[in-house]
């Protein structure tokens, strides 16, 4: 199981509230879909940009943050998943277009763009394919772990589908 590093319990809980909530965007209506949308203007200007091995090194160490954010915020909060924890999404967001850079550097990006968006709300929502299953962890490890599948099981039907409909 994932053990929270100490430095975590040294912050005011106002910074690691502010920090999964991403502020007052945790607080709207549907703030997972806001969180989401957060993490794809995000990977947008900061991550699409950059070398592959920058968007793995940058996107390992977001995840790991929302880790271990999430998991003091769940105790902070005294709450399992709160809704308004939303940097899960926005961490997890990115993984849906591994592989796509191409197809992103194209007239179809917005095509691809929508497609994941959507497909990761959808998973995140409904949790299909066991991804329901993944919530049974506890901490930063249950709020982070199905947002990751959800992202996970999109970025397999982008690529395929990008590969079956985009011409080349």
Known sequence: MFKQPLWIRTLPSSV????????????????????SVAGLAF????????????????SALILYLALVFCGEAEKRLQLIDPPSVILDEFAAIPICFIGLQPALGTKWAWAVFLAGFGLFRLFDIWKPFGIRALQRYRGG??????????AVATCILLNLGVWWLVPN
């Not at 690691?16 to 969180?35: E, F, H, I, M, Q």
């Not at 990977?43 to 940058?58: D, E, K």
């Open 43 to 58: 990977y947008t200007v900061v991550l699409y940009p950059m070398r592959p091995l920058g968007v793995v090194l940058l």
């Open 16 to 35: 690691v509230v502010n920090v999964t909530t991403l502020g007052w965007v945790g607080r709207l209506k549907a703030p997972g879909t806001w969180g």
């Open 141 to 150: 490890l249950g709020v982070v772990i199905d947002d990751v599948a959800a």
